[in-house]
């Protein structure tokens, strides 16, 4: 063991990100209702939102999984099936990452980020550096979700290898880091409603 800190530190990474996301887009949606701006706002957004479904999807199976008689019934199928797919999961945020980063490009040529308001002037500005750092350049939201996948799959690895010696020992381990992340996933989910709420929102404008 030794990875549960490292996954935790990644995942706490992503709650941080999707929350800055929500402020910028509250931020600018308080000051802007162009109609063309906002979609085109929203795609950006949808991308980068992308990202935090999957981060919550591949931990969902894992916190289900909250008994010692849960675990001994279901931890083998799930570890199986997780083992077989979870690499393809860990190309898909640069993916949607690069999308993203198209579609701030096209944000960008709007006359609306380009305004000398103090507030939406600061608010794109945190967007900028917001893009240049965990979008784009750096990819930093990509690579800690990467990494927080990758080390999750470690850390089931020797889950599985312990419950074969002893069930008990590993369901124990298993399950504190389960508590570790309960409360980053449900940041994470919070952020990633609110993001959904504001999607859906303007649509109905």
């Not at 162009?34 to 929203?42: G, H, L, N, S, T």
């Not at 750096?138 to 080390?151: F, G, Q, R, T």
Request: with cysteine; charged share 25%.
């Amino acid at each position: 063991m030794g990875v549960e800190i490292k996954i935790v530190r990644e995942l706490a990474t992503v709650c941080v990100t999707a929350s800055e996301l929500v402020a910028i887009e509250n931020l600018v949606k308080g000051e802007l209702t162009k109609p063309a701006f906002i979609e085109q706002f929203d795609k950006m957004a949808n991308s980068i939102k992308e990202c935090y479904g999957l981060t919550t999807a591949s931990l969902q199976i894992w916190l289900a999984i909250s008994t010692e008689t849960e675990f001994c019934e279901q931890f083998d199928a799930a570890y199986t099936h997780h083992k077989a797919t979870y690499l393809s999961i860990t190309n898909r945020p640069r993916v949607a990452s690069e999308r993203a980063y198209l579609d701030y490009m096209l944000l960008r040529e709007y006359k609306e980020t380009q305004t000398a308001y103090p507030l939406l002037k600061l608010t794109f500005a945190r967007l900028d550096e917001f893009i240049d750092k965990w979008i784009t350049n750096d990819a930093w939201l990509a690579m800690s979700i990467e990494n927080c996948v990758k080390m999750l799959y470690r850390f089931l690895t020797e889950v599985a290898e312990l419950k074969q010696k002893d069930p008990t020992d590993a369901f124990t381990i298993y399950q504190a880091l389960m508590v570790a992340l309960r409360p980053y996933c449900a940041l994470l989910k919070n952020n990633f409603e609110v993001l959904e709420e504001s999607v859906a929102d303007a649509e109905t404008v």
